[in-house]
Structure formats: structure tokens, C-alpha cells
């Protein structure tokens, strides 16, 4: 949002006799409650957010004690172009300092503890790996080019594997990326297309992680509870235990309008009424539902089992197809899951080899990992990160919360001669202990020391599944009169899934519009366009060759520039 568009709305009319009803507490349903608030002009008590868990936050977690364990299911990598995220933090009340914002101690933070990785990758147990290129080729370049100019509409359902050549899947850069954004072979290229195309300023720091911004705490402390805390003091209505079913939505001469909400709380069915002045958000789609958790001694289970999300999302898609197809994202569990783990550590040994391995001292507030470190020989493709220490307000000093991750959790480990899918959260730290370097011998110190949570989560990339534009519904889809879809899984031209950006720009861009504000969306950083940037990534993608891209700009733009002031540029 640029400066001109940072203007107060006015009270749009009529706005006191409105509700809203918000279906789901993640951070896309939250950011719409402040919206509707902010730039809405509604009161709180107008707004009810229905959770069928006892928490809001959705995918963005985190919780536990150094007794049992501390938990996060994932994490969240963000960078200075999320214009939509730090537009809502940026009046959101830090419940750390008073007078700040998250925003500003978010950013006062990350400007004195500038991420860098040092070691982003290792492999023959502990052999650290020092290169810093992408290790593409010439015929990897032309396609990575090629993939940037080609339209969607052209790309279709094509998927990774079906749109470069085998090399390509051997590549740094394909190691790097699937370890950071969780890209999988049969995951759709068009996504993959967008992520370049919307962070290609990032290319040059893949490699070391540069340019990533991180919370101070996990992301439910540091996020979603100053958001949740801010909407209950002004009045915001939270229903925890509330599972909706279905809506009724009238659909007459093309418009669609949502006349009752069926929720089940307290074991007891009802219908709340709804007219065309009220506003229904859904959170169509989860990633992180039916999510399981194991133990040390035991393994999550992979819950197969239709959940409410899903279900809600097909018994409105069933009314009209602007609605979206839900199962061509949820009907593979095999293509979508991934098996995640946190490592609660309450002596020296395992914070002293983590740190070895990341070549940095784990300073309470003071220092970030550098992001993950990728075991590229692992079967399970593992990776494991240790964030800003602590990463939970209750945790103590002397205690290290690290987080760990793989791709292929079916199959066997390397060390253990077994499914990561069926490893204990003991299994699973000896096979992370195999990959350090630690012989079976000298594992148990290690492990008297830690406390492993597991967590299976059947749909976690179920938003990279190959699909066209129709498969996810609009924002607002056409003729919806007061129905609007939240989230991962509703379409937005041109940004990315799989970030927290995605869901706060969809929140915005929902509410502005049902209220027909006069204010603009923030507009989506396009770095694609920025000659700086295109120039920078193709040196980056520059290998042994000269890339399709370099050649061009050498042969037209640099002649064009000969002895001007931009010379310098190119």
C-alpha cells in the first residue's frame, strides 16, 4: 500500500444493522475480524468467529511446557514484501512492550539479528556442504526461464516432474526449494511458476536464507495471540467447540446468498438465520486438520477420516461450481501429508551439537538459526532448524526447542529400518542423531536429555496439488451476495499459497469489497517486473553457462545502456 492509499474509510452505511459470522479462527479469519473493525467501522460485538478446537490460530501453533514438551507443528518464513501481514500488524499492540506494535519490535528485532545460514545443508553424517550456487544448467535455466514467461492458463495441472527434465530434480536449487517451501515432484508447476515469479528477489539468498524475516517467539505466542487479545478487548465474540455443518444459500436469478448457518455446539444442533446484510467468511480448506500427535514411545497415527473443514467445503461446493472443487485437493493423502517433530532439549549436549552444526551461539532473544539445515543423503529428506531461543514464553534458558521435518515420511530411515510414519519421537531422534554423526553407542546421553513430539499431518501440502483456476473458488465468487472464501485455498491472481501473506490478502481483499470501501488492497510487491531483481537471479541461475536470460540482457539491454547513467545496472 503505498502512501496516497493510507487514508481513514468512512463509515459505510448502515453498517451498525450488519453482522458477520467467520467460520474458522486462523489468521485469515482473524485479520478479517480487525478489518471489519478497523477499516469497517463495525463494533466487535457484530462479529462471531466460530472454532471447533479450543484455540484459535488454525495452522499457526504452538504450545506445551518443559516438563512434557513443547510443540509446533510448523513454522513460518516471511520477508519485507509481505504488504498485507505487516499493513494488519502494523496497528496490532505488542502485549510485550507498551506503546509498540508487532510490527515494530518484529522488525526492530530482525534488523539486529540479520538471518544468514551458514550451514544449509550436510550430508555423509556431519559433512557440511560448502557450496553457495544453485548447480543448474544450461538446459535447467532456459526451462526455469521459460517457466517464468509461459501463462498459467498454459500450464494447466502440469505437474513438477512432468514440466523439467529429470536433472533438474538433482539440482542445489531443487533441494533448496523443496526444503524450504515443501515442493514435492508431483506438486503443480504453475504454483512453483508463482513463487518465482512473486520472490525472485530471494533467488540470490536461497542458498544461505538471507532476506527471511522470523518471529521472536512460535508463531501462535508472537502472532496470533496479540491478534486474538486485540479483537477480544473490543468486543469480538469467539465460539471455541463449534462445528458448522452446512449453509443454506438461496440461489436465485445468478445471485447466491447465505440464509443459515448449521453449527453443532455442545453436542446440540442449530440454525442461526442470516439475511443479505450479513456477511458469512469461510476458511474453506485446512492444512493442518485431522492432525496427530505421538510421543516418545509412540507414533501418530495418519487420520484418513473425513474432517468437518473438508466436509463444510463439499457440502457447499455440491451447491454451485463457483464454489470451488475441494477434492482436488483432499482426496490424495499420500501426495499431501508430511511428518513433522519438536525437540525439546533440557541439557547441554544436544544445544552444543545443534549448535555445531549451525556454526552460532543460540543467545537468549539475540540470535536466529539461519533457517533450516537440509540432510540431503536422508531417505526421509530431513531438515531440521532451531529458531530464536527461547521459542516459548514458559521456556527456560537452560532449555533448546528445535523443530525438524521430512518430505517422505513412508519411507524407511537410513539409521532406523523403519517408516518415519512409524517411528516413535525416540526413533525419530536417533535417526536425526545417525545423520550428526552420533554412532549408536553414544546416542543415549542425547537422548536422556530431549523430550520428541511427533505430528503427522495428512493435508499439509494439499494446496500445491495440481489444479486449474475454477478448482479454488474467487474471494467472492461471481454473484455471491454475502458468502466469502478465506484462506489457502480460495484464488488470488498472482500471489502465493502457503503463506501467511495469502490468507491476511484475502481477509482485505473481502472485506473491502463487501463494504465497498474506498481504499485499495495492498498491492502484491512485483519484483518480476523489477529489472534489478531479474538481473540479480539470472547471475544467481548462472551456472558453468550463460543463461538464456543473461544472454538477452547482454545482447539488447546492456547495448541500449552503453555509457548511460544505468550502465551500472545491468
Partial sequence: MNNYQRVTTRKPKDV????????????????????????????????????????????????????????????????????????????????????????????????????FSNVR????????????????????????????????????????????????????????????????????????????????????????????????????????????NLLESKGVVFQFGTTVNDLDIDITDGKKTVTGIHITKDGKDQVINTTATDFVFFTNGSMTENSTLGDMDTAPVTDRSEGAVWKLWKNIAAKDKAFGKPEVFCSDIDKTKWESYTITSKGPKMRKLLEDFAERKFLPHKTATGGIITVRDSNWLLSVTVNRQPQFKNQPEDVTVAWAYALFPDNKGDFIDKKMSDCSGRELLQELLYHFGIDEGDMQGYIDECIVIPAMMPYITSQFMPRVKTDRPEVIPEGSVNLAFLGQFCEIEDDCVFTVEYSVRSAIMAVYSFLNLDKKVPAIYASQYDVRALATATKTMKSEHESIGKRIIESIIKKKLANTTFEDLV
Fill in 121 to 228: 545443508v550436510i550430508s555423509n553424517r556431519g559433512e557440511k556442504y560448502r557450496k553457495t550456487d544453485l548447480g543448474l544448467s544450461e538446459k535447467n535455466s532456459n526451462q526455469l526461464t521459460k517457466l517464468l514467461l509461459t501463462k498459467e492458463e498454459d500450464l494447466g495441472t502440469l505437474t513438477v516432474k512432468e514440466y523439467f527434465d529429470p536433472s533438474y530434480l538433482e539440482t542445489d536449487m531443487w533441494l533448496y526449494w523443496r526444503s524450504m517451501f515443501a515442493f514435492e515432484p508431483w506438486h503443480s508447476v504453475l504454483e512453483m511458476k508463482r513463487y518465482m515469479q512473486r520472490f525472485i528477489h530471494l533467488v540470490p539468498g536461497m542458498s544461505t536464507m538471507r532476506s527471511l524475516l522470523f518471529t521472536k517467539y512460535n508463531q501462535y505466542d508472537s502472532l496470533i495471540l496479540p491478534l486474538k
Fill in 16 to 115: 451498525e444493522n450488519k453482522r458477520a459470522f467467520l467460520i474458522g479462527s486462523g489468521i485469515a479469519s482473524l485479520a478479517a475480524a480487525e478489518y471489519l473493525m478497523r477499516d469497517g467501522r463495525m463494533k466487535g460485538s457484530q462479529i462471531t468467529i466460530f472454532e471447533q478446537a479450543s484455540i484459535s490460530g488454525g495452522s499457526m501453533d504452538g504450545a506445551g511446557n518443559p516438563e512434557n514438551g513443547f510443540v509446533a507443528r510448523g513454522g513460518r518464513e516471511m520477508e519485507e514484501h509481505y504488504e498485507c501481514l505487516w499493513d494488519l500488524y502494523s496497528q496490532v499492540p505488542s502485549i510485550e512492550e507498551e506503546g509498540r506494535t508487532v510490527l515494530e519490535e518484529f522488525k526492530e528485532l530482525n534488523d539486529a539479528d540479520v538471518n
